[in-house]
């Protein structure tokens, strides 16, 4: 008698995830950083947006390190001597630029690696000027107590508009390709799924945002004007620089504003506590919410490129409940 055909449901089920795990692997991976690289270049990244999105340029071509950790900013920055160190040994430093990084020259100084290559992400990126480049501007943040600006004259928070922050990526990319040529595919490959990600959160921001253009929106300090100016709102701010403490003129400007606005919320930062703008917000009868700049976060986000566009979609919801 003729024996029935053997089935092999176990090796068949076992092909079908080999088949589906195969064509899930990460698109932004490159076939050289799969293998693995004995000689990957050593990158530093400023602070946790630069962080973002030089790890999602450089996948495993490069190993990347953040010389800021990641739960203290640029702004309250304090040099120690293994920075100095990590400098030496790096073949790139990864800055946002704009004088967000003021403290960088001194330490590059004193690091003596005349072989490091510095990108500035920023470069070619159009900026806005902060208000105080204006001699009226500055006459009035002299009436409100404020002595100078950390800053300079043009504001560096260009990585909160999408668009902008793609152009930054490209920046990246173009950047360690020339210090490392030899994993240039894999560079190219990481920063366009990367970039397409970012044009895609800018159209979905579109969307949500579009009810509320020419809206006016408060946020505890002045990081928010490239994203303002990229979906046709007006952001207001109660200091310049998160350590900056408010004047009665502060309180008084934002008051007003927050009456003429009909605004619901005050955007305070996860990382920044403010009794003023709590009991502003008090005062006025209105709830705060939160707007993130990502100027810092956790050591779990930092490892994860994917917080920029999980942090920005929060960032937009809460916006969006702070108009209604």
Same mark, same amino acid.
């Given at each position: 008698m003729t024996q029935p055909p053997v089935r092999r449901p176990v090796l068949a089920l076992a092909a079908g995830l080999s088949a589906l795990l195969l064509g899930c692997r990460?698109?932004?991976?490159?076939?050289e950083a799969q293998a693995g690289r004995a000689d990957r270049p050593r990158v530093v990244t400023t602070f946790l947006p630069i962080t973002l999105f030089t790890r999602a340029v450089a996948g495993d071509c490069a190993e990347v390190t953040a010389l800021i950790p990641a739960a203290s900013g640029p702004h309250d920055f304090q040099a120690r001597p293994g920075d100095v160190a990590a400098l030496k040994n790096a073949k790139v430093l990864v800055k946002n630029g704009l004088e967000m990084e003021s403290f960088l020259d001194k330490l590059v100084k004193g690091?003596?690696?005349?072989?490091?290559?510095?990108?500035?992400?920023?470069?070619?990126?159009?900026?806005?000027?902060?208000?105080?480049?204006?001699?009226?501007?500055?006459?009035?943040?002299?009436?409100?107590g404020h002595v100078g600006h950390d800053h300079?004259?043009?504001?560096?928070?260009?990585?909160?508009?999408? =668009?902008? $922050?793609?152009?930054? *990526? !490209?920046?990246?990319?173009?950047?360690?390709?020339? /210090? +490392?040529? %030899?994993?240039?595919?894999?560079?190219?490959?990481?920063?366009?799924?990367?970039?397409?990600?970012?044009?895609?959160?800018?159209?979905?921001?579109e969307k949500q945002l579009a009810p509320f253009r020419g809206k006016t929106f408060v946020v505890l300090h002045d990081f928010a004007p490239y994203f303002a100016d990229r979906y046709g =709102?007006? $952001?207001?701010?109660? *200091? !310049?620089?998160?350590?900056?403490?408010?004047?009665? /003129? +502060?309180? %008084?400007?934002?008051?007003?504003?927050?009456k003429r606005t009909q605004l619901r919320a005050l955007l305070s930062e996860p990382q920044q506590g403010n009794r003023s703008f709590n009991a502003l917000a008090g005062d006025l009868g209105i709830r705060i919410s939160v707007f993130d700049p990502m100027e810092t976060g956790t050591e779990e986000a930092s490892r994860?490129?994917?917080?920029?566009?999980?942090?920005?979609?929060?960032?937009?919801?809460?916006?969006v409940s702070a108009f209604r």
């Open positions: 990460p698109a932004v991976q490159a076939p690091a003596e690696n005349p072989d490091l290559k510095v990108i500035d992400s920023s470069s070619g990126i159009a900026t806005l000027e902060n208000p105080e480049a204006s001699g009226e501007a500055k006459a009035e943040a002299h009436d409100h300079g004259p043009i504001n560096p928070h260009i990585w909160l508009d999408p =668009l902008r $922050a793609a152009q930054q *990526v !490209d920046n990246i990319r173009d950047g360690l390709i020339a /210090a +490392d040529p %030899a994993c240039a595919d894999g560079y190219r490959r990481n920063a366009a799924a990367f970039s397409g990600q970012l044009r895609q959160l800018n159209t979905d921001f =709102l007006k $952001a207001s701010y109660l *200091v !310049d620089v998160p350590e900056q403490n408010p004047s009665p /003129a +502060d309180l %008084a400007r934002v008051a007003e504003t927050v994860n490129p994917g917080t920029y566009a999980e942090v920005m979609r929060r960032n937009v919801t809460d916006l």
